[in-house]
């Protein structure tokens, strides 16, 4: 029994078929033939930014990509962390600390070949404090900048102990005094020039050849985006990255053993923090916020992720100057949590939400659930997407418990602002807080805002499950990359390839 | 033919208007806008507000509906809130991977279908006529995702012959890589698809085997299954081909979720992530395209239906 091949399949499947096949051999000779990438670096990064847009759009992911190769800041920072020249000179202060007044580099220009002048700063700066910039508030003591023949005089309304470091970040970034829409283009000063960006995927970045200071070792860099944590990590194994940053930490153990990859554990400003509403009937009371920390074993948080992060037991990473080891407040203590919490009147339990934005792995709010249980609290989880949470929690506040990996460096100042949303609102750390901005000695406002932290900590003002280990992982080969913040500033320019 | 052109045109432009006005009010519903999430977690009411104007958010929604449809009108469909890129560009530049997902799924499971339903028809209440008619049903009945992660499990991490998810970094430029990586996808999108296609072209085959011609065919020497492929097969055609049209809006839906399974960088992930970052004039530009395209090739198969149908004609 055969079949009567010549009728099959039907005459539209064929065409159809012979369709689809034409049109996919066109898609792959289309794009075949494309350039030798062999100098190229390809990093791997987790979140994409939406826009190109330095002004408005918040977020490390920008930064990331774009600081250091593409744009360039006024003052930069050496290994050390000490405020350096970057394309300004280091500022002259008045002897009451509110007029700025810097020269500005020679021989440098815009990727557009517009030569950078003092105009340029003048017109980046304004925008960095306008309303509707991401960094307005790190700028906000500013009240003019003027250009004065070849320098810049940026006038302050009081002394900011803070302004340098903001100019060493995106508050200094320059931008070309023509730049109407910046969406979606970019024209800086940096070593990279922005080449092309397909959303969704991927960001090109090609070695500006005029640059003014030592040209990158790499023809240019890629940064590839994954939304999945696994593609991410085989596309390091299959060859199609050099460079992954923001490395899951249960899914790089395997690599930690293999001499073809480097993994380092970097550090990093983001603190994942257990956000509490401090304007709640229960969470109000510190003694149940104060339960709450000591119900959470730390130690275990960090082995759900093999151990990598750092314990802080407050609002202040050890990179700060201000830092101080404060893992000896509210310790690990289910007893003592239990104690506290009959103590404030709810010996029978206690029944919160936390609403868990869908962007973080979803393990950290079942490990809350169980470590809360084990006292008595019983939390109920609401998963949500980032926009919701951006609306319900960030400016409603309508939660009990949330949670936010903080990822702002020097973001300490949060917690003098009590419309925040963990409404938390204390008239000492304020105090504290606007006194160290003032302070003429450097020393004395590390001094106080140290103070603050620890003040912040005992009112368990949040909870610090632990700081988030930014790994980076490089076959091998690949040297001079960043290894710390890598997912909030990574300079490609100073990348080499080992020739295969 | 010229009334009924022209009235099913009017029903498809009723239609398109339905659904924008339905996309727009649902896509307001949504908690959460652009400007909260441009400002991130370091933005104050203030700045918020000030996004919120310059982004013309603060305009009532009547203008802003009216802005947008003027734009349709003229074939402009917006461009996106956060880079400023026409909405068509990325559509098209997404139907890079989604393009040939759709196609290779519909031809597969027309390839596939259309002949074990012949079988299944000509092997009426045999026994592997009923054991083809059981299978279909479970495709039916499965959840497409769950097809998914089967087939991964399965082929990507048992026999490990093909990539359990993601698309290349470079696309289309290493061809074989990018074809590996629509193998799964495409055979569950196919599955699901060619499970209903299978229902209908087996019962439309079956019809045509009672047909008095089919005898006729018979009596004149023909086996039953040469009768079948001879004179069944194009009548059988149309309800197939009809089939194929209403099923393009589900396997649209269906590549939303087949995207997001296996992480491919299509239409369906561009819509996940422009609805998360409340993109909505972009998000709305996408779907409307979309619904214009499922409604004219709706109405495209109706027309040829009724073209090659010649009992159709007078009807109106």
Known sequence: MTFGTSRVPGPSGARALCTSVALVAALALASCGGSDDSNTVSIGAVLEPTSLDLVTTSGAALDQVLLDNVYETLLDTDSEGNVVAGLAEIPTVSEDGTTYTFGVRDGVSFHDGDPLTADDIVWSLNAFRGETSAVAAELASIVSVEANGSEVVIELAQRDNSLLFSLTRRGGAVLDDDTTDMKDSANGTGPFTLASWNVGSSIDLDRNGSYWGPAPAVDGATFYYFTDANAAVNALTTGEIDVLTGAAGDLVLPLEDDPAYTVTNGGSTGEMTLGFNNSDEALGDVRVRTAIRRAIDKSAFLELSNGFGTLIGGPVPPSDPWYEDLTDIATYDPAAARQLLADAGYADGLTLKLVFPNIYSTTVAEFIVSQLAEVGVTVEVETVEFSVWLDRVFTAADYDLTFVIHIEPRDIVNYAQPGYYWRYDSREVQDLIATAKLATDPAEANDLLRRAARKISEDSASDWLALFADIVVARDGVTGYPVNDASSRFDASRIVLAAD | ?316
């Open chain 2, 1 to 316: 033919m010229l009334v009924y052109l022209s009235r099913r045109l009017a029903t498809a432009v009723v239609a398109v208007l339905v659904s924008s006005v339905l996309l727009f009010v649902l896509l307001r519903l949504l908690p959460g806008d652009i400007a909260q999430v441009l400002g991130g977690t370091q933005a104050t009411p203030e700045r918020i507000a000030a996004l919120r104007a310059e982004l013309g958010l603060d305009r009532s929604a009547p203008s802003q509906y009216l802005d947008w449809m003027g734009g349709i009108a003229r074939g402009d469909f917006g461009r996106s809130l956060l880079n400023g890129r026409p909405t068509l560009d990325e559509l098209g530049n997404k139907m890079v991977v989604t393009g040939p997902l759709l196609l290779a799924s519909s031809v597969t499971a027309l390839v596939v279908a259309v002949p074990l339903a012949a079988l299944a028809a000509e092997r009426n209440r045999r026994r592997s006529g009923t054991v083809l008619n059981v299978l279909s049903q479970l495709g039916i009945a499965v959840p497409t995702f769950f097809v998914g992660i089967a087939l991964i499990i399965i082929f990507a991490v048992r026999l490990g012959v093909l990539p359990s998810q993601g698309f290349p970094a470079s696309g289309w430029e290493s061809p074989q890589a990018a074809a590996r990586a629509l193998v799964l996808p495409t055979a569950t999108l196919a599955l699901s698809q060619g499970a209903v296609l299978f229902r209908f072209a087996r019962t439309a085959f079956l019809e045509t085997l009672g047909q008095p011609w089919v005898v006729a065919a018979r009596a004149r020497g023909l086996t039953r299954r040469q009768a079948l492929w001879l004179h069944g097969a194009r009548n059988a055609s149309l309800p197939v081909l009809s089939i194929l049209g209403v099923q393009v809006a589900s396997l649209l839906g269906g590549v939303v979720l087949i995207e997001r399974v296996f992480t491919l960088p299509g239409v369906g992930q561009m819509l996940l992530k422009d609805v998360g970052s409340r993109d909505l004039t972009k998000v709305q530009g996408t779907v409307l395209a979309l619904t214009i395209g499922v409604i004219l090739v709706g109405t495209a198969v109706d027309v040829v239906v009724r073209l090659l149908d010649p009992r159709l004609r007078g009807v109106r």
